[in-house]
């Protein structure tokens, strides 16, 4: 069964840091592509950033470029997600998901994302 669990959320300022962790279990991780999502009050879910498994390439959605950074570390079954400068507008819950094998689930930079952590809040306050 897949699982993916979030952390790492909280209240703080703009303008600090903060590092979102998405642990892994279930499946083999290294063969598959993760991505971190968001969803702001009243508003859908959309795609943050997302990390290949072929070769660690990564892609950002367009107002978070510069800001965020996604890595993943194989041997811990980890995916990280760094915000810098943190933004009220960055107040959402945070979900890390991982690719499927066929077209069900989100998309986001060529992949479908199927299966979903429980997310992690993030709020920014001004």
């Known amino acids: 069964e897949v699982q993916l669990v979030e952390s790492g959320g909280g209240l703080a300022q703009a303008g600090g840091s903060l590092r979102l962790s998405c642990a892994a279990s279930?499946?083999?991780?290294?063969?598959?592509?993760i991505g971190w999502f968001r969803q702001a009050p009243g508003k859908e879910r959309k795609g943050v950033a997302c990390?290949?498994?072929?070769?660690?390439?990564?892609y950002y959605e367009g107002s978070v470029k510069g800001r965020v950074t996604i890595s993943r570390d194989n041997a811990k079954n980890t995916v990280y997600l760094q915000m810098n400068d943190r933004k009220p507008e960055d107040t959402a819950i945070y979900y890390c998901?991982?690719?499927?094998?066929?077209?069900?689930?989100?998309?986001?930079?060529?992949?479908?994302?199927?299966?979903w952590g429980r997310g992690t809040q993030v709020t920014v306050s001004s």
């Open positions: 998901a991982t690719e499927g094998q066929g077209y069900s689930g989100t998309y986001f930079y060529g992949w479908f994302f199927p299966s």
């Open positions: 279930g499946f083999t991780f290294d063969d598959y592509t």
């Open positions: 990390i290949s498994s072929s070769d660690g390439s990564t």
